[in-house]
């Protein structure tokens, strides 16, 4: 059986395609681990949709995940603060990025 990770990191405070692009690229490669991926630019919410209707989907989808995966530039986002103080405060695996 996958591991399941979430992916989490800033979105907003960067440019779209540019966080879009981070996430999908850090994606292919834990798929090309074995993990099996969730990432929340697939959440099922629409781009323009607000702040909390994005969050409230990706706890929903944290949840249902194993551990959590943490993009170096998570610190600077406030919902990555979140997910990173959910996941830690119910003992999911914690992965950090180390590298570019």
């Not at 194993?66 to 914690?94: F, P, Q």
């Amino acid at each position: 059986m996958k591991i399941k990770v979430y992916i989490s990191g800033a979105i907003s405070s960067l440019p779209y395609d540019e966080a879009k692009e981070m996430f999908n690229k850090k994606e292919i490669e834990l798929q090309s681990q074995n993990f099996e991926v969730v990432n929340p630019f697939n959440n099922g919410e629409e781009k323009d949709a607000p702040w909390a209707a994005h969050m409230r989907a990706d706890i929903k989808a944290l949840l249902d995940c194993d551990c959590i995966y943490m993009l170096k530039t998570w610190e600077n986002s406030k919902g990555a603060r979140l997910e990173h103080n959910i996941a830690y405060e119910l003992g999911m695996g914690v992965i950090y990025q180390t590298e570019k």
